[in-house]
């Protein structure tokens, strides 16, 4: 992570006399957007992804949606680049090295081949990379029941890419490697430090007023989560002996070495007045914590002068049974709340969430976009991950959700 | 008298600018005879970074508002959706939108000293230095 960057930065100034220009050419642009979102309950929070331990309720917040992005480019010739990407944005990671999301330097040795080394955006969906680039997309947010799991931004590693012109269309053949460290908030403690090994290809068709996208990524997890004491109580006899139960979950814990892989499928189209796009994928996984499961979502919109209307279909579903908890032997009140716990942290990440969605953007000048949108959420029993859930108590199972905001390039 | 005249002329001058056919231009030594409006698209919108013969394209954009009628006739869409489809390309380190000159004047210059460039002005401002390849009507 930053031992990456460092290592970026020192590297630059060596590559530099490799350059045709005497003075690389530097640009700065950005990006921003402010959201205010609320919903029409209290009793559980939208957060627009799981990296965040912050919830929009009744009151509404600027925080969830709210993102403020530069990038610097240098051009040293026509074959080297580097770029440089900070995004502010709400979690409670590290708010300067978790923000870096890209930091690297590109090699373009053919006009239709490029290479890249340093800190990517995590590219594993359509709009993975660009998520915080609200300008570039019609909605408020990119789909929540697909985008709303992916806590992790960026890697650091490198990827190589080359495109091809296949009859009228180009296809666009991708790798790339590395290793990502992101920060996500984690149950009874602060906040789990996560590291996974992560590669993955993906191949893009362009033809005209379409576009297809098919990929798959595999990530290894690196470390263990920050559930020591829980461990060590569940391991230890005198808990054992009144709670024999506690034998048989102790090791659902570990997530070391724990893989998942996305196998995804995407396709666009837009004419200039028509749009669609819609994503699938599924996701398989033996992490407790992040089970298997499959999502997608559909949407159509039309645009009428500056104005885009819209429409959005969303559905994720995990596919986990239920791990057996047994009781305790005794119901002493503390073992029975540990026992609970264990129960909510084993079986409590379950995502069983659609939605539909209705909204439209308003281009209002060059660079500027207003947008609106109201959604409205079906929940089920245990099926919350992607929201803020209260610690204890039912969680509702229809939420309605309005959205404000505006978007910009400068 | 000149209260009510200059109006007029505004209104001309917007008339025109929304009329005027636009000229697809190379180098005079760019060996291209003609591009397809498909191929002028690819160029522009980063698909391709190089001729039909090979050689690397060098694109040049106008921050006039030429640059609307351009992308207008080009691709049927707004300067809006052309500049969130370069948001995508640009915020995710993949290449940079064309570079941009102010008018037609440093168009015609930067097409004249640069052998791979291609750019466009409006017709009725063609002096013969540079190839026309398509004309956007």
Known sequence: MKDTVKLLVALLPGLLPLSAHSEPQLSVKGFGTAVLVGSDTDRIGFRRDTSQDIGARRNGSFEPDSRFGVQLDANFSDDWHAGIQWVARSHPGDFVEQNLDWAYLRWRPQPDLNVRVGRLGFDVFLLSEYRNVGYAYPWIRPPHEFYGGLPAYHFDGADVTRKLVVGDGFVTLKAFGGFSYYQVPATLSQIFDAASLVAGGSLVYELGDWRLRVGYTHTETLREAPLQALTSALNDPAVRLLWPGAAQVGNRFSVRGKVVQYSFIGMGYDDGTWLAQMEAAYIDSNFTFYPSGANGYLSLGRRVGPVTLYTLLGIAETFKDRIPVSQPLLPIPALVGFRDTVDAILNGNGVDQKSISLGVRWDVHENIALKAQWSHYWLGENGTQLWQEPFSGPTPREVNLWSLGVDFLF | ?137
């Open chain 2, 1 to 137: 008298m000149n209260g009510k005249r200059l109006p007029l002329v505004l209104l001309l001058l917007l008339h025109s600018a929304a009329n005027a056919d636009v000229a697809v231009i190379v180098n005079p030594r760019n060996p291209l005879d003609a591009m397809t409006s498909k191929q002028v698209q690819d160029v522009f919108m980063g698909r391709t970074r190089s001729f039909a013969n090979d050689r690397v394209a060098l694109p040049i954009d106008q921050s006039s508002p030429l640059r609307a009628e351009f992308y207008r006739r080009l691709t049927g869409r707004s300067l809006e959706q052309i500049n969130a489809y370069w948001a995508r390309i640009l915020f995710t380190g993949q290449a940079s939108p064309p570079l941009q000159v102010p008018d037609d004047a440093a168009m015609l210059k930067t097409i004249r000293d640069n052998e791979g460039a291609i750019g466009y002005i409006d017709k009725a401002h063609l002096d013969g230095s540079v190839r026309v390849l398509l004309i956007l009507p």
